[in-house]
């Protein structure tokens, strides 16, 4: 029961810390595009996370919920076929979820940049990855590969600490305890790679985020949009300055 418990917990202590890194990261691209530069705070990404937290973890923990159901309905019936068929379905079943992957790391830029809702979110993805379906995808594995080659540095010394342990245990008595000292080791190599895997999921998430405005450039031409408003506002300006000085 504890341990279920502290799975429950631990479960919901990473969506909070992943919703915490999505929230940093698309604040802080927010703020560059509106800044048009890296010349914003600390207090002006804060000021935006605050804002879109809680949609964020919300949306995340629902396209949480709805992966795992769909994962259980497909994997249960797969283990009811042959071998044979089990190694046929498996690739589809990683092609799916690497599609669900796009849809919703298109789809919750969408939301925070745009300030619609999930159906919103879901609608835009669905419209700017039509015909962009498969360089999506590739991308989305380029950058999780990137990920995982980096993940990989911080697990090192991870796996290097128990691997000691366990042997330094096995040399002396299999029932004696773990010293101290490399129970902490343990334990801190095991931080390191937790909060290590938590930041360098940025990786997927500013590439991601990149072919979210790629694709709404292609798609809305946003950044022409935006510059035709803007000089419609100049030109606005710049009117009320010569009836200005005419007076």
Request: glycine share 4%; hydrophobic share 70%; proline share 4%.
């Given at each position: 029961m504890s341990i279920g418990?502290?799975?429950?917990?631990?479960?919901?202590?990473m969506v909070f810390a992943g919703a915490m890194i999505i929230s940093t990261i698309y604040s802080s691209v927010r703020c560059y595009e509106e800044a048009g530069s890296a010349d914003y705070t600390t207090n002006d990404v804060w000021a935006r996370v605050k804002k879109v937290y809680w949609a964020i973890f919300g949306t995340t923990l629902l396209y949480g919920i709805v992966f795992f159901i769909a994962y259980m309905i497909i994997v249960f019936p797969m283990a009811l076929f042959a071998t044979i068929l089990?190694?046929?379905i498996i690739p589809v079943i990683y092609i799916l979820m690497g599609f669900f992957m796009v849809i919703m790391f298109t789809a919750i830029p969408a939301q925070i940049f745009e300030g619609i809702g999930i159906g919103g979110g879901l609608n835009k993805s669905f419209r700017l990855l039509k015909g962009n379906w498969w360089s999506s995808l590739g991308l989305l594995l380029l950058l999780m590969l990137i990920y995982n080659v980096v993940v990989?540095?911080?697990?090192?010394?991870?796996?290097?600490s128990m691997i000691f342990s366990f042997l330094s245990t096995a040399e002396v008595d299999m029932m004696q305890e773990t010293p101290m000292y490399v129970?902490?080791?343990?334990y801190l190599f095991g931080a390191i790679l937790l909060v290590g895997s938590f930041m360098t999921y940025s990786i997927p998430l500013v590439g991601m985020t990149i072919q979210y405005f790629s694709l709404s450039e292609e798609k809305d031409a946003t950044a022409l949009m935006k510059k035709i408003d803007a000089f419609g506002e100049v030109e606005s300006d710049q009117d009320e300055e010569d009836e200005e000085e005419y007076h």
């Open positions: 418990l502290s799975m429950i917990g631990l479960m919901f202590l089990s190694f046929l990989v540095v911080f697990a090192v010394p991870f796996y290097a129970t902490l080791l343990n």
